[in-house]
């Protein structure tokens, strides 16, 4: 296992992204663990998904800052103004960047192809660029940059479970095109001045205040409002679904861990991050259902097969999504622990809560 070489404890952070889905959570785990911590917090709130979410998040945490002793400030902006990242940089000098920014999402990378140009490269390049200039000057650079990859990059490969040493030079979409285009910048970067950077390709994140573009959450909307959902791949998908809680906390065992040098000298790595443990879609949903009538979301004699489809696969998905997460429970010993169905209950729960 990587030994321990950044204290978080009284460090400054950086998050983009920080009322995203794994932004807030990831901000609140760093408030809840770490003594003094100083979170500087970027997002441009835009409206791909409801804005109420990101307002949510933001106020959870707001109000979890009353009892930690950790701050956090949040800034309006776009990380592809470069500008706002200068200003950003020169006022705050984080030791840590976490890059958690982008434009999400397979099938409106097809629709909307520049949200993705602009944020995922134009904006990664102005966070590389100003982790760049942090060395300058005498000051003391950027100790580890953290960034989001994606499973997206394993594209169609008919090898499981997908590893890091697979070759992955044929996306099958846009969105998968740019987070492998991040993999390769951050690279250059590392290589070129030094920066020590970790990716992580991230397999199906799911939970509460998730995104109500991801499938559990899309469901659960149609399902409520008695709309047929569509099952793809007539229900022959797999997923390695993980819970939010898990993955934050193996993304903070990552940024307390700088990669050493590879055998090129360079300090850079990619590790898949699931559950290693794929899960046929068909059953996911019936799960879903089950845990969506007993937190009274749905009726109890709800008729679930009178509401799903089963239709072809949708242009830019891919089969199964399966991680080999070895090489990250070996280094850091990261393993997730919820079951799928507990995750569902805690999503069931507050979805009912919340609206």
């Keep these: 296992m990587l030994k321990k070489n950044i204290d978080l404890c009284n460090k400054k952070v950086l998050i983009t992204g920080a009322a995203g889905f794994i932004g807030a959570n990831l901000t609140a785990q760093l408030l809840r663990r770490y003594e003094s911590i100083s979170i ?3 997002d441009n709130m835009n409206e791909y998904y409801d804005v109420t979410l990101k307002e949510y998040r933001l106020q959870q945490i707001n109000e979890l800052l009353k009892n930690t002793s950790g701050t956090f400030r949040f800034i309006k902006g776009n990380i592809a103004d470069k500008g706002v990242i200068e200003k950003l ?3 705050f000098w984080p030791d840590v960047v976490v890059n958690l920014a982008a434009q999400a999402g397979v099938r409106y990378s097809i629709q909307n192809p520049d949200a993705y140009i602009e944020a995922n490269l134009i904006g990664f390049y102005n ?6 200039h942090s060395y300058d000057n005498g000051m003391k650079g950027v100790e580890h940059l953290v960034y989001a990859s994606s499973s997206s990059v394993y594209g169609s490969n008919k090898k499981v479970p997908y590893s890091t040493t697979d070759k992955v030079d044929n996306p099958v979409s846009l969105y998968a095109a740019t987070k ?3 993999e390769l910048l951050a690279h250059a970067y590392s290589k070129l001045y030094g920066i020590p950077s970790t990716g992580l390709r991230f397999f199906t994140v799911y939970g509460p205040a998730g995104r109500p573009d991801m499938a559990y959450f899309g469901f659960t909307n149609k399902l409520v409002h008695n709309e047929t959902i569509k099952i793809f791949n ?5 997923r390695d679904f993980t819970y939010i809680d898990d993955i934050v906390t193996g993304i903070v065992e990552v940024m307390e861990r700088g990669p050493l040098p590879n055998e090129d000298g360079v300090r ?10 794929p899960e046929n879609l068909l059953d996911f949903v019936e799960i879903l ?12 004699d709800y008729d679930f097969e009178a509401h799903k489809q089963l239709v072809g696969m949708q242009p ?7 991680a080999d997460t070895s090489e990250l429970e070996s280094d850091f010993g990261f393993k997730p622990h919820t079951a799928l169905r507990e995750g569902l209950r805690r999503f069931a729960e507050w979805y009912k809560e919340f609206y």
């Design 316 to 322: 830019g998905d891919v089969e199964i999504t399966y």
């Design 289 to 300: 259902q089950d845990e969506l009538k007993r937190a009274e979301v749905l009726p109890a």
């Design 127 to 132: 966070i590389l660029e100003a982790c760049r």
């Design 180 to 182: 492998k285009s991040n």
């Design 40 to 42: 500087i917090g970027i």
């Design 234 to 238: 007539y229900g022959n998908c797999k």
């Design 268 to 277: 850079y790595k990619v590790y898949n991050i699931g559950n290693n443990q």
């Design 89 to 91: 940089f020169a006022e």
